[in-house]
């Protein structure tokens, strides 16, 4: 198993563009995350989904969009890219509650600046 | 509100010597709580968890951690640390306002192990 795979590593945005991070994992994980880091602050939830088609906000996400079609997908599109973003994002994926194992599975993350 | 606090930005401790990382909680309830270390430039990695049962768990590369209920404490233990445990360590909980197993993270504690 390639585990959870994140596209691209690094990406230079100017302010105002757009752009999409992919994010895939082959674990048949109903549970998907994004988060940033930031230094000294920890990592942060921007956007989860319990499941395909299902998707929730967590603690900073405005200025991002997220969609589920399929399970093994979960991509986090930056709308109009501000040098707010610029940031370490990581996506992760669990199994469900139901399955008794409730540790994250990470992603190697996408460093993103914004100039 | 829920939080994890790590009290110290960095621990210093010689090879050989035993080391502490430090995590306190705040949820509602009773918590679900993890390790997770992070090598430079690389994605996080899961070390342990407690979620119910004996009070000191068992992880990965020698690590332990004591569950203290009264203390709301889950500090991180090695009895002899490594050069090769020298990385960025975060403690977490269960964020209970999401419906999946996303998670509330410290700041994190850089361990540093001296030759």
């Known amino acids: 198993n390639a585990g959870v795979t994140q596209t691209p590593k690094f990406q230079v945005l100017k302010t105002g563009q757009s752009m999409t991070l992919q994010c895939a994992q082959d674990?048949?994980?109903?549970?998907m995350s994004w988060y940033r880091q930031d230094p000294g602050m920890g990592l942060r939830l921007i956007h989860y989904?319990?499941?395909?088609?299902?998707?929730d906000q967590g603690e900073v996400p405005n200025g991002y969009n997220v969609s589920r079609s399929t399970t093994e997908d979960f991509p986090l599109r930056l709308l109009s890219a501000a040098p707010s973003q610029t940031s370490v994002y990581f996506c992760?994926?669990?199994?469900?509650?139901?399955?008794?194992?409730?540790?994250?599975?990470f992603g190697p993350g996408t460093r993103l600046t914004v100039t | 509100a829920q939080s994890v606090a790590q009290p110290e930005d960095q621990v210093n401790v010689a090879e050989g010597n035993p080391l502490t990382v430090k995590c306190t909680y705040s949820?509602?309830?009773?918590?679900?709580l993890f390790w997770y270390v992070q090598y430079p430039n690389r994605g996080l990695q899961f070390l342990l968890k407690?979620?119910?049962?004996?009070?000191l768990v068992k992880g990965s590369y020698g690590f332990e951690a004591e569950f203290n209920k009264s203390q709301t404490s889950f500090h991180l233990k090695k009895p002899s640390a490594l050069v090769s445990d020298s990385a960025l360590y975060f403690c977490?909980?269960?964020?209970?306002?999401?419906?999946?197993?996303?998670?509330?993270f410290g700041k994190g504690t850089t361990l540093s192990v001296s030759s």
């Open positions: 992760a994926s669990s199994y469900s509650m139901t399955s008794g194992r409730y540790e994250q599975y």
């Open positions: 674990m048949n994980h109903e549970y």
């Open positions: 989904s319990v499941g395909a088609g299902i998707t």
């Open positions: 949820v509602s309830g009773n918590p679900y």
């Open positions: 407690y979620i119910t049962g004996d009070n």
């Open positions: 977490a909980v269960r964020d209970m306002n999401q419906a999946g197993t996303a998670l509330i």
